[in-house]
T-cell receptor, first 119, second 111 residues
Framework: KAGVTQTPRYLIKTRGQQVTLSCSPI?????VSWYQQTPGQGLQFLFE???????NKGNFPGRFSGRQFSNSRSEMNVSTLELGDSALYLC??????????????????FGPGTRLTVL | QKEVEQNSGPLSVPEGAIASLNCTYS??????FFWYRQYSGKSPELIMF????GDKEDGRFTAQLNKASQYVSLLIRDSQPSDSATYLC???????????FGSGTRLQVQP
């Protein structure tokens, strides 16, 4: 079974620009979560999408947004890029069963990430 | 206090030894606990998860959970140089979907 795929793998942008990152989850997985990883802050949760709806959101400004399509693929967008947005952006997919069914097994599997550099 | 705390390391062990990685968490309602391994420049890779008190073994890896002490650990037996990586502890709180990660412990296995 193919894993989580993310495109592009590397991006270089300048301040003020916007960027769109794409994520395709594992087949059969309907939930996609996005995380930002930086050396200073570590791995931080951005948001989760399930059934084309944002279900959870982390503590990031409104410049960070996302969406999910009917085939569960997801995109995230960052507008008005700042130098501090340079990071590894990771997408994780999971089956996301019901709360009772998922218990401890609603496991998230990460894609290879998109390395964004803002100059 | 951080929600999930790990010693940043590096933790250095000789090849063949047992590596012990520790993690504490602050949310008593946390239900699920995950260990990920991340090689430099790569994305996190799931090693195992645990949600019941006690030990869970998978090959050379054993996860230990003590909810009363809010403590979860990962033991790696017969450590190999290929185990050298950063190990991330992640916690899922009650009713929450997002994972909260510790800052990771860097493990170095010396040949």
């Amino acid at each position: 079974k193919a894993g989580v795929t993310q495109t592009p793998r590397y991006l270089i942008k300048t301040r003020g620009q916007q960027v769109t990152l794409s994520c395709s989850p594992i087949s059969g997985h309907r939930s996609v979560s996005w995380y930002q990883q930086t050396p200073g802050q570590g791995l931080q949760f951005l948001f989760e999408y399930f059934s084309e709806t944002q279900r959870n959101k982390g503590n990031f400004p409104g410049r960070f947004s996302g969406r999910q399509f009917s085939n569960s693929r997801s995109e995230m967008n960052v507008s008005t890029l700042e130098l501090g947005d340079s990071a590894l952006y990771l997408c994780a997919s999971s089956k996301r069963g019901t709360e009772r069914a998922s218990g401890g097994t609603d496991t998230q599997y990460f894609g290879p990430g998109t390395r964004l550099t803002v100059l | 206090q951080k929600e999930v705390e790990q010693n940043s390391g590096p933790l250095s062990v000789p090849e063949g030894a047992i590596a012990s990685l520790n993690c504490t968490y602050s949310d008593r309602g946390s239900q699920s606990f995950f260990w990920y391994r991340q090689y430099s420049g790569k994305s996190p890779e799931l090693i195992m998860f645990i949600y019941s008190n006690g030990d869970k073994e998978d090959g050379r890896f054993t996860a230990q959970l003590n909810k009363a002490s809010q403590y979860v650990s990962l033991l790696i037996r017969d450590s190999q140089p290929s185990d050298s990586a950063t190990y991330l502890c992640a916690v899922k709180g009650e009713g929450r979907r997002a994972l909260t990660f510790g800052s990771g412990t860097r493990l170095q296995v010396q040949p």
